[in-house]
């Protein structure tokens, strides 16, 4: 059974006048092109930088939570802890495309991405009946809400380079029973159609999400992935929003492929430096846990050939949840961001 849900929450609309002003701060800031230094946040004094493009090709939004509270703790005079918040404002986070406006939010993204010669990296989370009803509990209303909203994404992404994290929990929800039987048929429906529609633009890829490392075993889920599209998609997530380490998240990752033929996939190390948690009440580890510490940072750089990259696909900072004093899933959460960062080290 399936007891570290992550709970996850697609991020609200946004203004696509803000997302395209981001872009234009970040081409105007950057000097050559060649993504060595791409962007000053949005207030003077964040400096927010990046990795060079050969490392790490995605986007770092200069808008973004980390470089906004980067931005605060300069203007405070708190600079030790703008240092500590910098490690998560230099790096690429997930783009989780919001309910409303799907076809904007995209094409601000990637639009702001393709200016700096960069692949924006976008999380779809929508699905209907997500979450279980738990904190991240939602989604389109039905399948043909759900279908329009892929539609939107997919005009709002076009031709430009875009990496999409397709539903996280989706398909391991339909195997540990906590997706009612009456929606399974739909949901793998929707989702091949998903994959299907995404695949059909120029420079897209998707990975279709597979769960993680403690969750149960691969032979459980490598049929649900066949099902949901698998064989279309460049391949599949494991550790969305959790805490295994990346080593036992190779293991599982390269056990599944095997099964599903030799798909290749990506694994978020957005917070899986000291591992999972293993205190406090099991059903809710996954929320929230303290001592926990940011991962490696995002590259295409890693230790298998199969593993394609390390991507923070959940946004460190983010809350998981209203467990363990935490805000709503998804709001940015001052005080477990420094401590994320401050117990990652140097």
């Known amino acids: 059974m399936y007891v570290s849900r992550g709970a996850r929450r697609a991020t609200r609309a946004r203004a696509s006048a803000a997302v395209l002003g981001a872009a234009l701060l970040l081409a105007a800031c950057s000097s050559s092109g060649d993504g060595e230094k791409e962007g000053d946040g949005d207030k003077a004094g964040a400096a927010i930088t990046q990795q060079p493009k050969e490392a790490d090709p995605f986007w770092v939004n200069p808008d973004g939570n980390a470089a906004k509270q980067v931005a605060a703790y300069v203007k405070s005079g708190k600079d030790e802890d703008a240092e500590q918040i910098r490690k998560i404002a230099q790096q690429p986070v997930g783009e989780w495309i919001g309910p409303e406006n799907p076809e904007q939010e995209a094409r601000g993204f990637t639009e702001a991405a393709d200016k700096a010669g960069r692949t924006a990296l976008l999380v779809l989370y929508n699905i209907p009946h997500r979450d279980c009803g738990q904190y991240s509990q939602g989604g389109a209303a039905d399948g043909n809400a759900y279908r329009a909203w892929i539609e939107g994404v997919a005009a709002g992404i076009g031709d430009r380079a875009a990496t999409v994290i397709l539903e996280p929990d989706a398909v391991l929800h339909l195997v540990d029973g906590c997706t009612e039987e009456e929606f399974h048929e739909e949901r793998y429906d929707l989702l091949t159609g998903a994959v299907e529609k995404l695949k059909s633009l120029k420079n897209t890829k998707v990975y279709l999400d597979a769960g993680n490392a403690g969750w149960g075993h691969p032979d459980q889920i ?36 095997a099964k599903v033929g030799n798909k290749h996939f990506v694994i978020d190390t957005s917070r899986n430096g000291n591992g999972p948690y293993k205190g406090g009440d099991e059903n809710e580890r996954w929320c929230n846990p303290p001592g926990r510490a940011l991962g490696e940072t995002p590259t295409i750089k890693t230790a298998d050939p199969l593993v394609d990259a390390y991507l923070w696909v959940k946004r460190p900072g983010e809350s998981d949840g209203e467990c363990k004093g935490g805000p709503k899933a998804g709001q940015w959460w001052p005080t477990y961001a420094l401590k994320l960062a401050q117990a990652s080290g140097s």
């Open 222 to 257: 490598f049929e649900p992935l066949k099902w949901a599209g698998i064989a279309k998609a460049d391949g599949f997530s494991v550790n969305v929003s959790n805490f295994y380490s990346t080593e036992d998240s190779i293991a599982y990752g390269k056990e599944l492929s």
